[in-house]
């Protein structure tokens, strides 16, 4: 089964920007849809963005909040995704998660995306 493991949280001022990373193990890694949720607190984990297997071609799909501002990206020879954040503002403060698969997702631990002045 799958493994998932995050990177490159951290705290920003907003406005500013950061890059995620999720390394998976485990799996045919080109196989899965990849994907990015975020649970801010004291509301519900929502989906971010997704990036397709090698079979779709890698297609993207946004949550209309990104608003243009986040990009996902994956890299099947590093069996690596990534969720670059661009714009942030602090509302996008949360724990962001790495998802394999689509029913059911296989979850990472997260990662704290916090953005303050």
């Known amino acids: 089964q799958v493994q998932l493991v995050e990177s490159g949280g951290g705290l920003v001022q907003p406005g500013g920007s950061l890059t995620l990373s999720c390394a998976a193990s485990?799996?045919?890694?080109?196989?899965?849809?990849m994907g990015w949720y975020r649970q801010a607190p004291g509301k519900q984990r929502e989906l971010v963005a997704r990036?397709?297997?090698?079979?779709?071609?890698?297609?993207?799909y946004y949550a209309d909040f990104v608003e243009g501002r986040f990009t996902i990206s994956r890299d099947n020879d590093k069996n690596t995704v990534y969720l670059e954040l661009n714009m942030l503002k602090p509302e996008d403060t949360a724990i962001y998660y790495c998802t394999a698969g689509i029913s059911p997702l296989t979850w990472g631990r997260g990662a704290q995306v916090t953005v303050s002045s």
């Open positions: 485990g799996g045919d890694f080109s196989s899965y849809a």
């Open positions: 990036v397709g297997n090698i079979g779709s071609g890698g297609a993207t």
